[in-house]
């Protein structure tokens, strides 16, 4: 039964997309288990670069099925969109398939989405502004749309008579226009004309697959970092991006799960507000973001930019069981003197190895370092391990050594073939993930 989840260890943009572009050759079916149009994901082939919010970066390949799950939620504007943009470029999408169960991002969820942000002003989460926490709140409420409520307009208008009084006093209260029931019936009634073919039961589309014996991959979107449950709560996201959350969102029991992959860069990253205890705000942060093109794909603002954290890492690869890692972006880190690793924190003058439950605990968190000589090299056209710098190759045996997981893939670009296999055979044909020796178990 194999099935793969790939889950991104940090705040988002870890490079999911390419990672599960890189292996959807191996796979027949890609599955996206949470999130909505949030995501943004970028997929590098060639010369072409494809950014995708709501459909699985396995689309790029005419073999594979590609299905948004019943826990996704669905901006139908946007997936049209997003449709048409792979038309126009060439790309088949008859094998997109999106769940009947998945619930709907109505415009009046990114109205109350906007609207609470500004009604937060300094304490906003700093969300897309994609209507994603409104949409699964409703969902919660039992008051959703869901996909395969825009195939009837008798339904859809019995849905809105629910929920919208109420989410139009809301919207008054904040000063916003509310909504008209009829024009949405026709607006989500032609969502779903157009989406008809694509609708499905993605339940049974997974579980007929793995019966089968084909190769599944759940691709998550945000990371462990903005998981509803795990994150830093408030500043997180409405869904679970954790390897846990393909089993409610991508419709397979924990059991049938094979292999959780783990995705993340060099340094780290994060868009939005929120506690991030190694963000460097001098020119050393400037540079990285400058190389590594940090800005948001959904909404174009500049991520904010820091040094490796381990601290969430262990953290990240014990709730998602991470059975291996993939290590992108390293290629960004050629040319800093020294690169800088946080092995603890000091929270009120104690050193804590693990990651605080406690949002408080972090806001007051300093970290506590580990230096590593760098590397001048570029390193865009490695492809082996060996071919590394020596720096670079003690950075990444560090790396390893925290999340105590073997590193199965390292990308030193954003193009496809920009990445050096290590230690990778097809899932299918692997006894056992290689081992390496654990660090000594940290301190609590
Ligand atoms: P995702 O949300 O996790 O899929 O990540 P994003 O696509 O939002 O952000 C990752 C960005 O880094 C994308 O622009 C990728 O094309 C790019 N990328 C991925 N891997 C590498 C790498 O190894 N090196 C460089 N330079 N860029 C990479
Ligand atoms: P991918 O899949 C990075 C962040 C937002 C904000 C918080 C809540 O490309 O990694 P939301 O709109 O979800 O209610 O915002 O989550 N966020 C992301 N950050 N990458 C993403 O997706 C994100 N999706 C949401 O910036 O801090
Ligand atoms: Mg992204």
């Not at 794909?297 to 953290?315: K, S």
Request: with cysteine.
């Amino acid at each position: 039964m194999p099935a793969t989840v790939i889950v991104g260890l940090q705040w988002g943009d870890e490079g999911k997309g390419k990672t599960t572009d890189f292996l959807a050759p191996q796979v027949a079916m890609v599955v996206r288990y949470q999130g909505g149009d949030n995501a943004g994901h970028t997929v590098v082939t060639g010369t072409e670069v494809f950014k995708l919010q709501l459909v699985p970066s396995g689309v790029l390949y005419p073999h594979i099925t590609s299905v948004i799950g019943n826990g996704v939620v669905v901006n139908p504007a946007t997936l049209i969109s997003e449709l048409d943009m792979l038309i126009s470029r060439g790309i088949d999408v008859s094998r997109v398939r999106v769940s009947r169960s998945a619930h709907v991002t109505m415009p009046y969820h990114v109205a109350l989405d906007r609207g609470n942000e500004d009604r937060l002003a300094d304490s906003r989460v700093g969300t897309t502004g994609r209507g994603i926490g409104p949409t699964y709140g409703d969902r919660a409420w039992r008051v959703g749309l869901r996909v395969e409520d825009l195939e009837d307009r008798n339904r859809l208008r019995e849905r809105l008579e629910r929920v919208l009084p109420e989410r139009n006093l809301l919207l008054g209260a904040m000063g916003i226009p509310p909504f008209e029931i009829e024009p949405l019936v026709e607006l989500a009634a032609g969502w779903g004309d157009r989406l008809k073919a694509h609708m499905d039961d993605s339940t049974w589309l997974v579980q007929d697959a793995i019966a089968r014996g084909d190769h599944v991959l759940f691709e998550g979107a945000q990371g462990t970092l903005l998981d509803l449950d795990h994150g830093s709560y408030p500043f997180v996201t409405s869904s679970n991006p954790v390897a846990g959350g393909a089993c409610t969102g991508g419709g397979l029991g924990p059991l049938q799960v094979d292999e959780v992959i783990g995705v993340m860069k060099a340094y780290s990253t994060r868009v939005g507000s929120g506690p991030f205890p190694t963000e460097l705000e001098d020119e050393i942060g400037k540079g990285i973001a400058a190389r590594g093109h940090e800005f948001g794909t959904v909404t174009g603002r500049p991520r904010r930019v820091g040094w490796f954290d381990t601290v969430p890492l262990r953290y990240a690869v014990a709730v998602n069981s991470i059975s291996s890692i993939v290590l992108n972006k390293l290629d960004i880190l050629s040319g800093i003197k020294t690169v800088r690793l946080c092995v603890a924190y000091e929270v009120d003058g104690r050193r804590v190895e693990t990651w605080p439950s406690s949002g408080a605990a972090l806001e007051r968190a300093t970290p506590i370092y580990e230096d590593f000589p760098g590397w001048d090299e570029p390193i865009h056209d490695v492809r082996t391990l060996s071919d590394l710098p020596e720096n670079a190759r003690r950075y990444l045996t560090a790396l390893e050594g925290h999340a105590g997981v073997p590193i199965v893939f390292v990308s030193v670009g954003p193009e496809r073939t920009q990445t050096i296999e290590r230690a990778w055979r097809p899932l299918r044909n692997r006894s056992a993930v290689p081992t390496i020796e654990r660090p000594g178990t940290p301190a609590r």
